[in-house]
C-alpha cells in the first residue's frame, strides 16, 4: 500500500528539478502523476522513467502563463483519470537578476506571470475538480527568498513573486478550507537543480549585498540539499499524515536561511 494510492497529482514544472523529483516520489507512492511543462523532451523522458518503474505518468503539455494552456492541461489531466487530488503549482524561473534600475519592465513581468500568475492560474482551474473530489492537497513552490532571506543581490523580481505565493497560499488556505482543500507552501533553499544556468544575473555586485560564513554553515548538509528532499516534504503535505496542516509555509533548507 502506498501513502498516495488511487489518487491523481497534477504537477506544474514536472520536466525537471523538484517538480521531477516530486513527480517521482509520489508514483513509488502510488499516485496517477501528470507532468505538466513546456519541455516536451525532459517531460517525456520523466514520464518513461516513471512508467518503466512500474507507475503511471503522462506528460501534457502547459505554458503557465496562458490561462488556456493550463485550463486544458488541467481539465485533460481531470478527464484522463477520473479525478484530481493534489496539485502542485511548482512551475518557475529565477528569471533576470539585477539592480532595480536595470531591470527592465518585460523582464519583471516574465518573473511574475510565470511565478506568480502561474500559480493563480493553476490553483484557479483546479479548484473545481478537487471540489468535485470532495477536497484535496496544493501545495505551492515558493522559496526562501522573500520569505525567510533577502541577501540575493538583484533578486527583485523573483524574490517578489515569491512573496507573493505565500500569501496566495495563506488566502486559499482559508478560503477552500470548507471544501476539505488544504494549501501549503514549500520554500526550498539552495537545491541541486538547473535552475541556475538559466539566470541572468547583470551588475549584481554592484548593489553590495554580500553575505559571508567565515567558519562555514552550521546548517544541514551546509544548506544543500537535492530535489528528494524537497519531494519528501510535498509528500507529507499531499498525504494524509498533513491531514490537518494547511496555511503552511515549510522551509526545506537545513535551516540555512536563519543565518540571513
Not at 533576470?96 to 506568480?116: C, G
Not at 478560503?175 to 514549500?186: H, K, M, S, T, V
Not at 555586485?205 to 559571508?212: F, K, L, M, T, Y
Request: include cysteine; aromatic fraction near 6%.
Amino acid at each position: 500500500m502506498g501513502m498516495l494510492d488511487d489518487r491523481v497529482a497534477f504537477i506544474t514544472g514536472g520536466a525537471s528539478g523538484i517538480g521531477a523529483g516530486t513527480a517521482r516520489r509520489f508514483a513509488q507512492e502510488g499516485a496517477a502523476v501528470v507532468l505538466a511543462d513546456i519541455q516536451p523532451d525532459d517531460g517525456e523522458q520523466v514520464r518513461d522513467e516513471i512508467r518503466d518503474a512500474g507507475g503511471t505518468a503522462d506528460y501534457v503539455h502547459c505554458d503557465v502563463t496562458e490561462a488556456e494552456s493550463v485550463r486544458q492541461a488541467i481539465d485533460g489531466a481531470a478527464n484522463r483519470f477520473g479525478h484530481l487530488d493534489i496539485v502542485c503549482a511548482n512551475a518557475g524561473i529565477n528569471g533576470v537578476w539585477a539592480p532595480v534600475t536595470q531591470l527592465q519592465p518585460d523582464e519583471w513581468r516574465r518573473t511574475i506571470d510565470i511565478n506568480l500568475t502561474g500559480t493563480y492560474l493553476t490553483v484557479h482551474f483546479a479548484v473545481p475538480h478537487l471540489r468535485r473530489a470532495g477536497g484535496g492537497s496544493i501545495i505551492i513552490t515558493s522559496s526562501v527568498n522573500g520569505t525567510r532571506s533577502f541577501g540575493t543581490a538583484g533578486a527583485a523580481a523573483y524574490s517578489s513573486s515569491k512573496a507573493g505565493q505565500v500569501a496566495f497560499m495563506k488566502m486559499m488556505a482559508l478560503e477552500l478550507g470548507r471544501d476539505g482543500i488544504r494549501c501549503n507552501a514549500i520554500c526550498p533553499g539552495t537545491i541541486e537543480t538547473d535552475i541556475g544556468e538559466r539566470t541572468e544575473q547583470h551588475d549584481t555586485e554592484r548593489i553590495g549585498i554580500e553575505v559571508e560564513l567565515p567558519q562555514g554553515s552550521p546548517a544541514i548538509h551546509g544548506g544543500f540539499g537535492k530535489p528528494a528532499d524537497v519531494a519528501d516534504a510535498c509528500l507529507f503535505l499531499a498525504s494524509d499524515l498533513g491531514r490537518h496542516v494547511s496555511g503552511v509555509a515549510v522551509f526545506v533548507d537545513g535551516g540555512a536561511s536563519l543565518l540571513r
